[in-house]
T-cell receptor
């Protein structure tokens, strides 16, 4: 049972470099999400996609872009990495978005360090 | 402002010593409260959803309860394998945005 798969698991970048984090889910979920987790702070939503073909900003979208490639895949891109983007990034998916209160299911994260 | 506060930040228990974790929230129009378990180096693992005050859910040694202002995660006779960080998240009215607390780190010693 793969669930939500994130690649890579670890990455070190230099300031100004670009990178795309990949996420794929095999649960036939409609909605997908990107979060970041920093010490002492709760998970914060970066972007989400309620359904294939739609994306919206979350709480902390600055410096990031996303692409919902198809129903299974949702990628997060850092165009010009900054040290403040050092974090653990989690992708999640849920059956539906909108007004549904279905739980979100998470991948195991990408640990990103920016020097 | 919508907020979720978890307490304590850290809790150390002896094996078999029951206790409770607290999640208090101030959000408008609660649509659901979620409990997750997170092991080091892993993503959050879904445990429970609670939808309305008075609701209770159980799974093995864990029992989650919900009031209008807070939720409790009761751990009965914990084992070392229950050691993890427990996260609480609330969903507000409107789109499926979750507001997460910062978690309670639980350590159960044999």
């Amino acid at each position: 049972n793969a669930g939500v798969t994130q690649t890579p698991k670890f990455q070190v970048l230099k300031t100004g470099q670009s990178m795309t984090l990949q996420c794929a889910q095999d649960m036939n979920h409609n909605s997908m999400y990107w979060y970041r987790q920093d010490p002492g702070m709760g998970l914060r939503l970066i972007y989400y996609s309620a359904s294939e073909g739609t994306t919206d900003k979350g709480e902390v979208p600055n410096g990031y872009n996303v692409s919902r490639l198809n129903k299974r895949e949702f990628s997060l891109r850092l165009e010009s990495a900054a040290p403040s983007q050092t974090s653990v990034y989690f992708c999640a998916s849920s059956v539906t978005g909108g007004y549904s209160n279905q739980p979100q299911h998470f991948g195991d994260g990408t640990r990103l360090s920016i020097l | 402002e919508d907020q979720v506060t978890q307490s304590p930040e850290a809790l150390r228990l002896q094996e078999g010593e029951s206790s409770s974790l607290n999640c208090s929230y101030t959000v408008s129009g609660l649509r659901g409260l979620f409990w997750y378990r997170q092991d080091p180096g892993k993503g959050p693992e879904f445990l429970f959803t609670l939808y309305s005050a008075g609701e209770e859910k159980e799974k093995e040694r864990l029992k989650a309860t919900l009031t209008k202002k807070e939720s409790f995660l009761h751990i009965t006779a914990p084992k070392p394998e229950d050691s993890a960080t427990y996260l609480c998240a609330v969903q507000m009215a409107g789109f499926q945005k979750l507001v997460f607390g910062t978690g309670t780190r639980l350590l159960v010693s044999p």
